[in-house]
């Protein structure tokens, strides 16, 4: 039996088979131009997404529910511009029915029909990137190049990942296969199998505030490419990154022949608590988590009848020990501290330093002088409002700021935080980093973690209490992210054995143009899922293999 | 870098590899001969075998754990045979520790040696399969046939089908990648990255009373080749085949260099409560359970710091509409509802039939024909009783028995159960089929498990309402198998669809030499996972790829 393949998985098919090769490779490799540049995008798309994102401001968002529905409006934007655009608010038995009515079609579609919808949504996404940067810069407080890198062509590939490795699973066995068992003298025994993939049912995606696009994707096209009907449940703070999203998508779906409620927006009011209300409804199969510790931990304790996916906080920690590159180091930690105010989740938090201070190329440097060479660095990242704001953008919410004034009277201020005025949003809250010097019996203070422009400058007595520190503080607390400085290839060793043992992925010797808080999808495997900072990594076999089942029919043949 | 394979990689990488292309073939393929002729297995295997299981009774289980051991003997033979052997009875919190001991020279061991060990591990088995068969039949009462082939021909197979499936996951990603980013016209970025595959823990196995090998074998091997230590807990009333499992495998595992600690024998006296106390461990990382659903769905519910991987019960149904093959049809199920006297967690329970009969190619059937004819193929298979008892078995417990007594007063019984009595075990516990007729409206006695040779006959309205009642009681309860006779090919697509929908695996037809309480592995899906059943399939990706996380390092190149 052979089926004509569908039109969008012919023209996707490329595409497809270049992500399954990368997965397969984990090398350098991307399908979406991270550089904003108008020599990629043309002339005029920084312009159209501007206006576009400009065009949904005060007004009611257009999603093609049926009937009049009730809004919310409940973002502020760090830049202090006036957003209030109005979300449909539907009712969660709502959600969940229409969800569930959409799911049986797009079941029995095939897995390359619905990879080929899923690419075709991440084109139709793709060609709006400027609008959705947009939309994620002024939601989230990122500087304009990250929220388009981050919010759109990385978010892009990380989706494209994620369904590399769902499609790989779905047809990793045949949908039908001879059986045939010797029989002694007789005839032998002939089946006929055939191997369905069904969904788990409905999928519930819950985004963050800081990265509504690149930490919500995987789990949604992860979760729709393997058949389940996806209920996007954006962060009051950040829903319009989100609700770009789901439009665009819907249109595809629809003009695909599919019910477009198979995603549908799950805006909510303030006290509406939809996350857990839809998080423990019997439908929701399958749930997709990124933001605190406390509510992830809630998410997996609570949601018992679903599969659940979480991305939670820890205490990212950097071992300094030694470096043939002190200035390179010093800038290399002082742009990972800086970049987004330190509001990224794989933002290092606790630099661990021998109180005897270290070796460099430049010779000794006492603890003092490695915090004044970080801090320097940041000084000159930050100098300029005009140059900083493209780095550390805005604070993305009263919580981060509240954590900064509480963070400056913990202890010795190597670098305090000052205020910044953005050159073209006066009204934009801007911080630059806060670096405080500890001692390493202040665990009460560092063994937790402080989200936003805060690191810690920890004194140890050693490089061998440094990692008895990380030993414990990540076993205990988890981490997404740990660098270690040392020209020692027994330190080095000594750390990477840590690593494995507390399951955090580890960056060695960074001093050039890759930071540790970054990783490149179909190369770096973000988050291990093998301490408390998560339960899950994007993307491996783990992440997508439990989004299906296979049911299976025989009959002799 | 290359290493030199470890010697059984290499003695055993051609079973690997052809067991990872039936992995992607699913047809017929099987690693171990399930026929346990002198002609495959050698003149002398049965004698021995026979002889090793003998010398085990009445003695301390050779098991060469450390010092002076308290021991327990808990089994009570279904064949009335005396077995009184005396299992190490140890500390949670020594099997814990010595557990965790193990890992780390096993986890920086390769895939591919920590597959070679896993396989001589079943080569070893393998070698004792008379010995196992013993074993498994003294304790569960199957027949002696039976018990040498679920209890170790396909339960070889099936560990090494998840050998294979984890295997593949393990290495579907490089070990070391390079990766080179393009930075316009500057020097490109270049990193190396490693990729280490990290156990979750320690894994505990919890083993059930009827099918202690067949069932523990792929979790149990799953968890160990993907670099876990594992604690066996047998179900108290069938240690032997399990503690002969792990006998071996630490046999092979200390051969081979490693801490034999990686497999322990966790058994219990009673009221020791030895599997919550072991699953609710917070080292206790991965727990796999066959057995009850009442207590699969505890650990689901509270061995939270754990993936859990549950196998209970459900309430298995055939639809009966049409066929054209009457008196196949009621051999097939008859010899189902015979096989070790229903005592199988696929075997069928409920029987659907149109209360206005069937069409069949002896013309029209009464629903009482339909009874009938299934009731006097279970008497030609059950009639005299030295045939009968390699078919049927022994009665596993007490608890069947009850239930056997309970279940005789509920309706109308097409067939009473009988005692037979065993030409080679006078002492044997042996029953025969019941087949009661119930209404439609007795969905408060059909609507659950009735674990052992009880089946009923039960009269619908139509084949549509078997439909309903199937999509409901499988819906709420789960079921592990399905299967549909209709010679309309309507009716086969409309259960099919059914069957999707309540996520079971179907068998359509089936009037020949197939079952549908048997399932093959390397093509047949045991469970699916998708209905309350079961929470996971034997073997699929999501069976094996939690089982593990990566953690990755990553420098400049």
Redesign the interface.
């Known amino acids: 039996m052979t089926e004509t393949p569908h039109p969008l998985y012919v023209t996707h098919a490329d595409t497809l088979a270049r992500a399954l090769t990368a997965?397969?490779?984990?090398?350098?490799w991307s399908a979406y131009p991270e550089s904003p540049s108008p020599r990629v995008y043309g002339e005029h798309a920084a312009a159209e997404g501007e206006a576009a994102f400009r065009a949904y401001l005060g007004q009611d968002f257009p999603l093609d529910h049926a009937g009049s529905l009730a809004r919310v409006a409940t973002e502020r934007s760090p830049y202090g511009v006036d957003l209030d655009v109005r979300y449909p608010r539907l009712d969660p038995d709502q959600l969940v029915v229409a969800a569930r009515a959409a799911m049986?079609a797009w079941?029995d579609a095939s897995a390359q029909t619905r990879a080929g919808v899923c690419l075709e949504i991440l084109a139709r996404l793709h060609a709006h990137s400027f609008e959705l940067a947009n939309a994620v810069q002024f939601t989230t407080g990122q500087a304009f190049v990250m929220a388009f890198q981050a919010g759109a062509a990385h978010a892009f590939d990380r989706a494209l990942e994620a369904i590399a490795y769902a499609y790989a699973?779905m047809t990793?066995?045949?949908r039908t296969?001879?059986?045939?068992?010797p029989?002694g003298r007789g005839e032998p025994?002939r089946?006929t199998?055939t191997?369905?993939v069904?969904p788990?049912g409905v999928a519930l995606v819950i985004g963050c505030n800081t990265f509504p696009t690149w930490n919500s994707y995987p789990g949604l096209f992860a979760s729709l490419v393997t058949g389940n009907p996806v209920l996007v449940k954006p962060h009051p703070g950040a829903v319009l990154p989100l609700a770009i999203t789901v439009r665009y998508a819907r249109e595809v779906l629809a003009e695909a022949g599919f019910d477009p409620d198979l995603i549908q927006l799950a805006a909510e009011a303030p006290d509406d608590r939809l996350a857990s209300v839809l998080a423990t409804r019997p439908e929701v199969r399958i749930i997709d988590f990124t933001g605190s510790s406390e509510y992830g931990d809630w998410l997996?304790?609570n949601a018992?009848q679903a599969s659940v996916y979480t991305e939670k906080a820890g205490v990212n920690t950097i071992i300094v020990d030694s470096t043939s590159d002190f200035a390179g180091m010093c800038r290399n930690i002082a742009f990972s501290l800086s970049l987004y105010s330190g509001q990224m989740c794989t933002t290092p938090q606790n630099l661990l330093v021998p109180a005897a201070g270290i070796e460099t190329d430049q010779g000794h440097k006492s603890l003092d002088e490695v915090a004044a060479g970080i801090a320097t660095a940041i000084g000159k990242l930050t100098g300029d409002p005009a140059r900083a704001v493209e780095v550390i953008g805005a604070i993305v919410n009263d919580g981060v700021l509240a954590r900064l004034t509480e963070a400056a009277k913990l202890g010795d201020p190597v670098l305090e935080s000052r205020e910044v005025t953005h050159p073209a949003h006066p009204d934009a809250v801007v911080r630059t980093p806060l670096l405080v010097t500890l001692d390493a019996d202040a665990d009460d203070v560092y063994g937790r973690e402080w989200f936003g422009p805060i690191a810690f400058v920890i004194a140890t007595g050693s490089t061998e209490q440094s990692v008895r520190i990380f030993r414990r503080t990540v076993g205990a607390r988890g981490a997404l992210t740990a660098g270690v400085y040392s020209t020692d290839e027994q330190v080095l060793t000594q750390v990477?054995s840590a690593?494995?043992?507390v399951?955090?992925?580890?960056?060695?010797?960074?001093?050039?143009?890759?930071f540790v808080n970054q990783s490149?999808a179909f190369?770096?495997?973000h988050a291990?899922?093998?301490n408390p900072a998560a339960n899950a990594?994007l993307t491996?076999?783990?992440y997508v293999?439990?989004r299906f089942?296979?049911?299976?029919?025989?009959?002799?043949t």
């Open positions: 997965i397969t490779e984990r090398g350098y049986p079941r699973e990793r066995h045949p296969a001879g059986w045939e068992k029989a025994l089946m199998k191997f369905h069904v788990r997996e304790a018992r990477e690593a494995l043992d399951g955090v992925h580890l960056s060695v010797n960074l001093t050039g143009g890759v490149a190369s770096d495997f291990s899922g093998a990594a491996d076999g783990a293999a439990g089942r296979i049911v299976q029919s025989r009959r002799h």
